[in-house]
């Protein structure tokens, strides 16, 4: 079993930046995909990108690619979302997924734990 908690999330202006974390327990952290997905008000959950267990194998979304970043920590069992240049449209309430095994999941359903989600809301 894994245990996630995210944290980070706020309020920021167009063009800021915020780093988000996601703090893993339970099961090694070192074997698992991590990935990070939102949601925004009526909107289905959107995959935003995913990192492999060294940290490498990361993917993104394309209307994030360029401006976030994905990093792990497996000292820390943590993993972080830096994303900059923020527009409205990311507001969202951003959630931390994780897996065992490594490949290209994308889609809510390949996860098998989740993070309760924090917000992030970015005002024009």
């Known amino acids: 079993q894994v245990q996630m908690v995210e944290s980070g999330g706020g309020l920021v202006q167009a063009g800021g930046s915020l780093r988000l974390s996601c703090a893993a327990s339970?099961?090694?952290?070192?074997?698992?995909?991590m990935g990070w997905f939102r949601q925004a008000p009526g909107k289905e959950r959107e995959f935003v990108g995913r990192?492999?267990?060294?940290?490498?194998?990361?993917y993104y979304l394309d209307s994030v690619k360029g401006r976030c970043t994905i990093s792990r920590d497996n000292a820390k069992n943590t993993l972080y979302l830096e994303m900059n240049s923020l527009r409205p449209e990311d507001t969202a309430v951003y959630y931390c997924?994780?897996?065992?095994?490594?490949?290209?999941?994308?889609?809510?359903?390949?996860?098998?734990?989740w993070g309760q989600g924090t917000q992030v809301t970015v005002s024009s």
């Open positions: 997924a994780a897996r065992s095994g490594l490949g290209a999941y994308a889609a809510e359903s390949d996860y098998t734990y």
């Open positions: 339970g099961r090694s952290f070192s074997i698992l995909t």
């Open positions: 990192s492999g267990w060294s940290g490498s194998r990361t």
